[in-house]
């Protein structure tokens, strides 16, 4: 006598896989949203820091015109020599997205804002950061100047 699975009992089991997979993969790509926003706060937490640094560091107090470029080193001169701010600017976690920056240096403020994926996150704040910086989910999160 042979001992195997029956076609009704693989297909139960893979009916049972397919409904755990439907439920738990939901959940998996929420987790991974709410890591993405994560990743933006503290970016934006460690870029505040580092202009911080910046302004005390100049003669006349000014903050940078423009965000300094992704990826690499961010230096009071070019080359990453002198005072170094940061061993690499922090872009956004989602490729082809930057983070929204918007300096006033006669007043000494800024602006710092990232999108965020998870439209539930509380830091969040129900508006755009620019007419011309949207964000899809309809949350953003800002940080100014302290």
């Known amino acids: 006598m042979k001992r195997a699975f029956t076609l009704i009992e693989l297909l139960v089991v893979i009916a049972i896989i397919g409904s755990l997979s439907a439920l738990f993969l939901p959940n998996f790509m929420a987790v991974r949203e709410r890591s993405r926003d994560s990743q933006r706060k503290s970016d934006l937490k460690q870029i505040q820091k580092a202009f ?14 423009t965000l300094p470029t992704s990826n690499v080193c ?14 690499k600017f922090p872009t956004d976690p989602n490729a082809g997205r930057d983070y929204y920056y918007l300096v006033n240096n006669t007043n000494l403020t800024y602006t ?35």
């Open 112 to 146: 710092l804002c990232a999108c965020l994926e998870n439209k539930a996150d509380p830091d969040g704040t129900g508006a755009n950061c620019a007419a011309s910086y949207v964000c899809s989910s309809g949350k953003s999160y800002v940080v100014n100047q302290p």
């Open 74 to 87: 961010w230096s009071s001169t070019a080359g990453c020599t002198g005072n170094i701010y940061m061993n």
């Open 52 to 65: 911080e640094l910046y302004k005390q560091d100049q003669t006349s107090t000014a903050f940078p015109t």
